[in-house]
Nanobody, 121 residues
């Protein structure tokens, strides 16, 4: 397993942008598929985006397609989530996760503590 620490959350107005980062410890980061999830108050945790271990394959929730971009830097052991055109419904606690593949991301074995994103209307 890897240890994950998210950062980059904050308060932004509708239409604004934020870039989340997730720093991973351990030398095996490049062997993991990475993902982002979010959980709004009173709601279930939901999948946002995922990226394969080499970065060649990505997957997005329909609600964020065209607005969010996931990327990774295997030298820096970091995965990013660029969020543009933010909406109030994007307000949530955003979590980073590591899994053996994109297909198994929902059963990820490693999770960060989360970073809060709040979008004001």
């Amino acid at each position: 397993q890897v240890q994950l620490v998210e950062s980059g959350g904050g308060l932004v107005q509708t239409g604004g942008s934020l870039r989340l980062s997730c720093a991973a410890s351990g030398r095996t980061f490049s062997s993991y598929a990475m993902g982002w999830f979010r959980q709004a108050p009173g709601k279930e945790r939901e999948f946002v985006a995922a990226i394969s271990w080499r970065g060649g394959v990505t997957d997005y929730a329909d609600s964020v397609k065209g607005r969010f971009t996931i990327s990774r830097d295997n030298i820096k052991n970091t995965v990013y989530l660029q969020m543009n055109s933010l909406k109030p419904e994007d307000t949530a606690l955003y979590y980073c996760a590591a899994a053996s593949s994109i297909v198994t991301m929902q059963r990820a074995g490693s999770w960060g503590q989360g970073t809060q994103v709040t979008v004001s209307s």
